[in-house]
């Protein structure tokens, strides 16, 4: 999970970085036996990282050129075979754009909620803040399994929707919201802003909280309208924290898998299957393929990495 | 009141009558899970939104098809194992990153937070090879070990270290505690917000996980609680009362966790935003 810390991190590392070295590289031997220590405290966390996350994404790398079924591996000729049997996987270009289409729809909508609920419920003479808050925030609470569960219930043809729909003569049947891609795309989007939308307000209210109250009384009384004051002096100052959740959010959605499997279970005809149910079908159903999987998690990993570099560049323009 | 003051609170309505719809949305789909708990499986899928009386029957019927001690204690064990070991190994990390600075240090945490980066996606499959061929598929430290040690808890304990004040851990070294005394007796005891923090994220992510333990844990005795429930949904005809209770029981303790320490977990924030 992410935390605001990590913005702030961001920035300070790289002020760090430019500390100047220390007066003499010679260290004293207290100092030196410090040095280690520090070096012993970080040691844990550093080979866990090492271990289950950069070797692995190595080893991916290597394994994406080989084929074969289940442990009997060997290397792919030609070694790219599996990058070029992805340009004719229907299937897999399917999943890239039903998931490229959740990030289109929800990531902005959720966000621009998020930063409107954030600031109307950071006004200091509002009401029952506390409670306003709690709701909002609790889907976060919640698994991800058990709201795709509950939204599966709500709106299947015999569920709550429909019979609320109904009662108020909004459709005239009962509607198969999971059986057709449209709708079925529709009410994972509707889960996934129902589930992230307080979560990413609580991000934007610690942003605003930061804020110094004295730049909003400074355009007031140059005379700036409340939408121009947002515009011009919240939402600047809100920057990192958009950066922050805007490359939190379109990371979350590459890699989502959860919702498509329990809501839809990908279906109806794979139109609302996501990257990551694909690469898991592949990968651990029916005939395991690990080589073809390995290949389907890099393009996600180069995905997520290119998207990120053009946010924190977008980010950094604006500064 | 004088006119004015009725004229602004008029203009108020609309904002609260805007925080009451989002609100009961937010709420809505959480309380038809509660009530629904209760009711029978047609009287759910009948959309009733009243309690009814079919609460000990849904368990019964539950506990009839699922094993969910079993589950339940799975996914404690994992949970409480990972938030503990995280804790413990990311605090010692983000103090040693802060207080025993150094420029090569500075060099490591950039290469860790790269890590941030890599999708779950991309290490799944070399991951489940790893602990295949140590003979640690369905075990416990199959599921944990991935988990302990991530970037922005690191991050996290080093934000929160840079605001402990030097001059204490200087005191103490005259005093003669040792390095690791240090840490424990006093950056430990002080950081209690901060922990409380982390506590919450990780343990709500380690319960709520199910991606990983799904591919890991192939034999279904050790089936975690969200797995359970993605199972639950898997027979010809599904209990709908029963399914709606498996969900709450499995939602109960991110959230009672969530409320019990909502106040510390906004405190610990603060303290690392700052």
Redesign the interface.
């Known amino acids: 999970m992410t935390t605001p810390a990590a913005l702030t991190e961001l920035g300070d590392t790289k002020k760090s970085m430019k500390r100047p070295k220390g007066p003499s590289p010679k260290l004293s031997p207290a100092a030196r036996r410090r040095s280690l220590t520090g070096w012993a405290f970080l040691l844990p966390a550093a080979a866990l990282i090492g271990i289950m996350m950069f070797w692995p994404m190595f080893q991916a790398l290597i394994l994406s050129f080989k084929t074969g079924r289940g442990t009997n591996l060997a290397f792919a000729d030609p070694l790219w075979f599996n990058y070029t049997r992805m340009l004719h996987d229907e299937v897999f270009i399917q999943t890239i754009k039903t998931t490229m289409l959740y990030l289109v729809i929800q990531v902005p909508i959720m966000l621009i909620s998020a930063l409107v609920l954030a600031n109307i419920l950071n006004n200091p003479r509002l009401r029952f803040k506390g409670f306003w808050r709690t709701a909002i925030f609790l889907p976060a609470a919640i698994s991800l399994v058990s709201y795709s569960l509950v939204f599966r219930t709500i709106f299947a043809t015999d569920g709550l929707v429909n019979d609320w729909l109904l009662a108020l003569h909004l459709i005239d049947g009962p509607v198969n919201w999971l059986g057709q891609p449209g709708t079925a795309r529709m009410v994972i989007i509707l889960g996934l802003l129902w589930r992230w939308t307080g979560y990413n307000m609580i991000f934007y209210l610690a942003g605003l909280q930061n804020i110094d109250p004295t730049t909003i009384e400074a355009a007031k009384i140059d005379g700036a309208g409340p939408l121009r004051t947002f515009f011009s002096v919240t939402i600047p100052q809100l920057k990192p924290m958009i950066l922050l959740t805007v490359i939190m959010s379109i990371n979350g959605t590459l890699q989502m898998f959860d919702e498509s499997f329990n809501l839809t279970q990908g279906g109806p005809a794979n139109t609302s299957m996501t990257m990551s149910h694909y690469l898991y079908k592949v990968s651990f159903q029916n005939n395991p393929n690990f080589g073809y999987g390995a290949a389907l998690s890099y393009v996600i990993l180069i995905m997520v990495a290119i998207l990120a570099a053009i946010q924190m560049k977008v980010g950094d323009k604006r500064d | 009141m004088t006119s004015a003051q009725v004229f602004r609170g008029l203009r108020e309505v609309p904002?609260?009558a805007?925080?009451t719809i989002?609100?009961a949305?937010?709420?809505g789909?959480?309380y038809?899970?509660a009530v629904?708990a209760t009711n029978t499986s047609n009287d759910?899928?009948?959309?009733r939104m009243l309690p009814g009386s079919s609460l000990i029957q849904n368990w019964q019927t539950l506990l009839g098809q699922q094993d969910v001690y079993a589950a339940m204690y799975h996914s404690t064990v994992n949970a409480v194992a990972t938030t503990v070991l995280a804790l413990v190994?990311?605090s010692?990390?983000g103090?040693?990153?802060e207080?025993?600075?150094?420029?090569n240090?500075?060099?490591?945490?950039?290469v860790?937070?790269l890590?941030?980066?890599?999708?779950?996606?991309?290490?799944?499959?070399?991951?489940f090879?790893?602990f295949a061929n140590f003979g640690l598929i369905n075990s416990v430290w199959a599921v944990v070990?991935?988990a302990?040690?991530?970037?922005?808890?690191?991050?996290?304990f080093?934000?929160s270290a840079r605001s402990f004040p030097h001059e204490i851990i200087e005191a103490a070294r005259m005093d003669g505690l040792g390095?690791l005394s240090i840490?424990f007796r006093m950056f430990v005891p002080t950081m209690r917000p901060t922990y409380a923090?982390a506590a919450v994220?990780?343990f709500?992510?380690a319960?709520?996980n199910?991606?990983w333990p799904k591919?890991i844990l192939v034999n279904a005795d050790y089936q975690t609680m969200?797995m359970l429930?993605?199972n639950?949904?898997g027979g010809y005809v599904i209990d709908?009362g029963a399914?709606?209770l498996a969900?709450l029981i499995?939602?109960l303790p991110?959230?009672v966790i969530?409320f019990v320490l909502?106040r510390s977990f906004v405190a610990g924030?603060?303290g690392?935003?700052?």
């Open positions: 904002k609260y805007f925080l989002v609100a949305v937010s709420i789909p959480l038809f899970m629904s759910v899928l009948a959309s190994v990311s010692i990390a103090y040693g990153f207080v025993y600075h150094s420029r240090k500075d060099r490591l945490m950039w860790l937070m890590a941030m980066m890599i999708p779950f996606a991309a290490t799944m499959i070399p991951l090879r790893l070990l991935p302990i040690a991530t970037p922005l808890l690191i991050l996290m080093r934000q390095e840490f923090a994220i990780t709500m992510a319960w709520n199910f991606l591919v969200p429930i993605s639950f949904t709908y399914l709606m969900v499995a939602s991110t959230i969530f909502q924030f603060t690392v935003v700052k």
